[in-house]
Nanobody
Framework: QVQLVESGGGLVQAGGSLRLSCAAS????????MGWFRRASGKEREFVIG????????YYADSVKGRFTISRDNAKNTVYLQMNSLKPEDTAVYYC???????????????WGQGTQVTVSS
């Protein structure tokens, strides 16, 4: 098993930036594609961005392309989400997940963090 813990969320103004971290323990993340999902109040959980095991491939939701970047440091067992040019519609709880394949489908991810709140004010 692998345990995932997100950190770095908070309150920022529109146009600002945040960097979220996902620290893993129990197992190395090198064998897992990793993804970030988010759930806004009253909305379904949605895929945000994902990265392959080696870091060579990435998937982006259209809403964040050009603004968000995912990276991984397998030596540190950590995945990052850099969020720039934040908009109020980015407000949500953000979740880190480890999956079986790089995909946008949440059911293909087996391990999840507890989530971290990101709030963007206008």
């Amino acid at each position: 098993q692998v345990q995932l813990v997100e950190s770095g969320g908070g309150l920022v103004q529109a146009g600002g930036s945040l960097r979220l971290s996902c620290a893993a323990s129990g197992r190395t993340i090198s064998t897992y594609p990793m993804g970030w999902f988010r759930r806004a109040s009253g909305k379904e959980r949605e895929f945000v961005i994902g990265i392959s095991r080696s870091g060579g491939s990435r998937y982006y939701a259209d809403s964040v392309k050009g603004r968000f970047t995912i990276s991984r440091d397998n030596a540190k067992n950590t995945v990052y989400l850099q969020m720039n040019s934040l908009k109020p519609e980015d407000t949500a709880v953000y979740y880190c997940a480890a999956g079986t394949i790089l995909t946008t489908r949440s059911r293909e991810y087996n391990y999840w963090g507890q989530g971290t709140q990101v709030t963007v004010s206008s």
